[in-house]
C-alpha cells in the first residue's frame, strides 16, 4: 500500500488561486483529486489514466488544471478563480491499477487515499 500525502491547502479570498499537491510514496499510475464540503458527499474532481490523459468534472473543468510529474509520482491541482462553494477538504488518491487480459487500467477505485488538505474560500 502507497502512502498519499497532499500539501497546499490553505485560505484565500474569492478569485484567488491555490496549488494543491499529492505526491505518493511508489508510483500509482490512477490517481485521483476528490473534495467533500462540511455536511455534504464527496466529489470526483480529476483522474488520471493509464496513459497519463487527465479529466476533470464538470464542476471545475476551465477553473482548475491538474498535472503529472512522474519522476515525482506528483499530481497537481491548480484551482484559479477559486468561489466560496469551493471550500472543503480535499483528498488525493491513488491506485495501482487494475491488470486486464492485455493491459493495466484504472477502474475507478483507489485503495490508497491521503489525509486530506483544507481550503477555504471566504468572499
Known amino acids: 500500500q502507497a502512502q498519499v500525502v497532499e500539501s497546499g491547502g490553505g485560505s484565500v479570498q474569492a478569485g484567488g488561486s491555490l496549488r494543491l499537491s499529492c505526491t505518493t510514496s511508489v508510483n500509482r499510475p490512477c490517481m485521483a483529486w476528490f473534495r467533500q464540503p462540511s455536511g455534504k458527499q464527496r466529489e470526483r474532481l480529476v483522474t488520471?489514466?493509464?496513459?497519463?490523459?487527465?479529466y476533470y468534472g464538470s464542476s471545475v473543468k476551465g477553473r482548475f488544471n491538474a498535472s503529472l510529474n512522474n519522476a515525482k509520482n506528483t499530481l497537481y491541482l491548480q484551482m484559479n478563480n477559486l468561489k466560496a462553494e469551493d471550500t472543503a477538504v480535499y483528498y488525493c488518491?491513488?491506485?495501482?491499477?487494475?491488470?486486464?487480459?492485455?493491459?493495466?487500467?484504472?477502474?475507478?477505485?483507489?485503495?490508497?487515499w491521503g489525509q486530506g488538505t483544507q481550503v477555504t474560500v471566504s468572499s
Open positions: 488518491a491513488a491506485d495501482e491499477g487494475v491488470r486486464g487480459l492485455f493491459s493495466l487500467y484504472c477502474n475507478g477505485h483507489y485503495r490508497d
Open positions: 488520471t489514466e493509464i496513459d497519463g490523459e487527465i
